[in-house]
């Protein structure tokens, strides 16, 4: 089965503190994706990566950076976090090879992060 | 940008009732996909629709994509408390490989 594994299910941050949240897949896919999900707001895309040490800003990129350094594995950061970042982050791959489905999307579980 | 937009916010409903989730978009869908989340996990995957009239079925779940490939709609026969959850609806958008999500059907079922 495929796997994608975050990294913290909870945490609690001090706002400007720096955050990591880290994202692995062990089904060697090309894509990976940084969501955030907020009430009546659904999920809005962070950041994507296509390939080793290719990101591509999503929708809401503002206050995060990324990294790619291996293929399995996509960071998210938040350089200094504030309280309008609390939030449940979730992160999926994709593979570009076929499937059988188009182009699904994998999830882990989510961080539910709080920045007081 | 595609928007997604799902009806109801909310649902409730008693276990046994039928009921009808629909997501509609600003434009043309050229994939959609239903995803299952319970609360605070990660998204599960239910089925994925492209072709216009095309319906799909997964146990007690049936999601129809209309003609004009505008509107999907996700039917629960008989529901059970293991069907609660939010539902969303995601569509390929961008470059094709990006995912834009509606805002969720918050689903409760009444034992």
């Known amino acids: 089965d495929v796997k994608v594994t975050q990294s913290s299910r909870y945490l609690v941050k001090r706002t400007g503190e720096k955050v990591f949240l880290e994202c692995v897949q062990d089904m060697d896919h090309e894509n990976m994706f940084w969501y955030r999900q907020d009430p009546g707001l659904g999920l809005r895309l962070i950041y994507f990566?296509?390939?080793?040490?290719?990101?591509e800003k999503g929708d809401i990129p503002e206050g995060y950076s990324v990294s790619r350094e291996k293929k399995e594995r996509f960071s998210l950061i938040l350089e200094s976090a504030s309280t309008n970042q609390t939030s449940m982050y979730l992160c999926a791959s994709s593979s570009d090879k076929r499937t059988g489905v188009t182009r699904e999307l994998f999830f882990g579980e989510g961080s539910r992060l709080t920045v007081l | 940008s595609q928007e997604l937009e799902q009806s109801p916010q909310s649902l409730i409903v008693q276990e046994g009732k039928n009921l009808t989730i629909n997501c509609t978009s600003s434009?043309?869908?050229?994939?959609l996909y239903w995803y299952k989340q319970k609360y605070g996990e990660g998204l599960i995957f239910l089925m994925m629709l492209q072709k216009g009239g095309e319906e799909k079925s997964h146990e007690k779940i049936t999601a129809k994509l209309d003609e004009k490939k505008q509107q999907s709609s996700l039917h629960i026969t008989a529901s059970q408390p293991s069907h609660a959850g939010i539902y969303l609806c995601?569509?390929?958008?961008?470059?094709?490989?990006?995912?834009?999500f509606g805002s969720g059907t918050q689903l409760t079922v009444l034992p």
């Open positions: 990566s296509y390939d080793v040490k290719m990101k």
């Open positions: 434009k043309t869908l050229y994939g």
């Open positions: 995601g569509a390929i958008s961008g470059s094709a490989r990006q995912l834009t």
